[in-house]
């Protein structure tokens, strides 16, 4: 049955186990203090205090999934990464979410792949929130398109020099670190390497804030390289094998983002639900209307199958059985199931939906970008159907 509020541990027993619903607990105390209070503030001013980078970091929420060593916990626990998922989005804003956890995509590679040097330097001051990290993918462009991306890093020696652009980059402007996708090979996938780049490399700078449908509060920007030089020693891996730890990188990017639209599904039932109890109209509340009931049915149903079906797929993955496809399918389901549910949350509501002052408004912004980030909807079709052999 759906948990119309708040999950508890023993409606999930098969996934989590009491250290995760502590972890939950604590998360969730975390927003209720330090980010709910201030969430509508920092939608309207478009960003929120680089401090609670630091106070998340306290709190050890940066530091889920990370190696001990480094200051971190729960090291390849995926259902960890869920949990942290579902609290930090309980505060109703994907911008929030998305650039307070954005080391997420941009950490895994050093933690990965680094040198001892760069993990033990660039890690641990991640995982305090005394650091921010982005990950520099997308080009103008490029788009899905990866294996072909422009960024050009000719070897000179003892370094790069690094020439090209990125767009859509999470935590854009105000990251310290960026893991940055770089050509320095031949065309196609065989070519691409990461590199480890930091603010104020001469010729580094970044744009202006873009400005989006959704994710308001979150810094998102284009960064432009002009002949940076970045020292051999920031090469994250081997050299021209970048594109496999992008892939590696992008699973576990997908499988959170099917648990954010999930996420964003269950806050928008909720909230449709709660108005559709209290609302009254012709005379009898708006859920004693057949149409609306049918709406709800509806909306719960997909909900609880396609949350299943993401937890399913983590339980694969955290088994370390291949779920390329499965990701790929939990991915699009969810996305495709947030859709629906926040389009139905905005109509159930009516023109209040389409109020700023209504949740279910912003969830219908912040959840479009889903079906987009991490590779479309499109892209994981595609994936499914190498997949069947197609």
Not at 148 to 170: F, Q, W
Not at 208 to 213: E, V
Not at 282 to 292: D, E, N, R, T, Y
Request: proline fraction near 3%; charge should be neutral; aromatic fraction near 10%.
């Amino acid at each position: 049955m759906l948990a119309y509020s708040q999950p508890e541990a023993s409606m999930f027993t098969t996934y989590f186990n009491e250290t995760h619903e502590e972890v939950r607990r604590n998360i969730r105390r975390f927003v209720e203090r330090h980010v709910t209070p201030n969430i509508n503030a920092w939608e309207e001013a478009g960003t929120f205090p680089r401090e609670i980078y630091k106070l998340a970091g306290d709190a050890g929420i940066l530091a889920i999934g990370y190696p001990e060593e480094f200051g971190g916990n729960s090291e390849g626990d995926y259902f960890m990464n869920l949990v942290a998922t579902e609290e930090l989005l309980r505060a109703g804003s994907g911008g929030f979410f998305s650039s307070l956890m954005s080391h997420g995509i941009a950490l895994p590679p050093v933690a990965k792949w680094g040198s001892a040097e760069m993990k033990a330097r660039i890690v641990p001051q991640v995982l305090s929130g005394e650091k921010i990290m982005a990950l520099g993918v997308t080009e103008p462009g490029g788009g899905s398109d990866v294996a072909n991306l422009k960024t050009r890093a000719v070897d000179c020696g003892d370094h790069y020099k690094v020439s090209g652009s990125k767009t859509y980059i999470t935590s854009g402007i105000r990251a310290d670190y960026y893991t940055v996708a770089v050509r320095t090979g031949g065309e196609g996938y065989g070519g691409i390497s990461l590199l480890l780049m930091e603010k104020g490399m001469p010729g580094f700078t970044t744009g202006q804030p873009l400005k989006k449908m959704g994710w308001w509060c979150s810094d998102t920007a284009e960064l432009f390289f002009d002949n940076v030089v970045v020292p051999k020693q920031n090469l994250i891996g081997i050299e021209n094998g970048g594109f496999m730890m992008i892939m590696t990188n992008f699973e576990a990017e997908r499988l959170g983002l099917a648990c954010y639209s999930n996420t964003l599904s269950e806050l928008a039932f909720n909230e449709a639900l709660a108005y559709a109890k209290n609302r009254s109209t012709f005379g009898k509340p708006l859920s004693k209307h057949q149409v609306i009931r049918h709406k709800l049915a509806d909306m719960a149903t997909q909900l609880e199958a396609s949350r299943e079906f993401t937890y399913r797929v983590a339980a694969r993955m955290q088994a370390g059985k291949p779920a390329l496809k499965e990701v790929s399918m939990a991915k699009n389901l969810a996305t495709k199931t947030a859709d629906f549910i926040t389009y139905e949350a905005v109509q159930i509501f009516g023109g209040m939906g389409y109020m700023r002052e209504s949740l279910v408004e912003r969830l219908y912004r912040d959840n479009r970008i889903a079906s987009i980030g991490g590779g479309t909807y499109e892209i994981m079709n595609e994936i499914i159907g190498k997949q069947l052999g197609l």
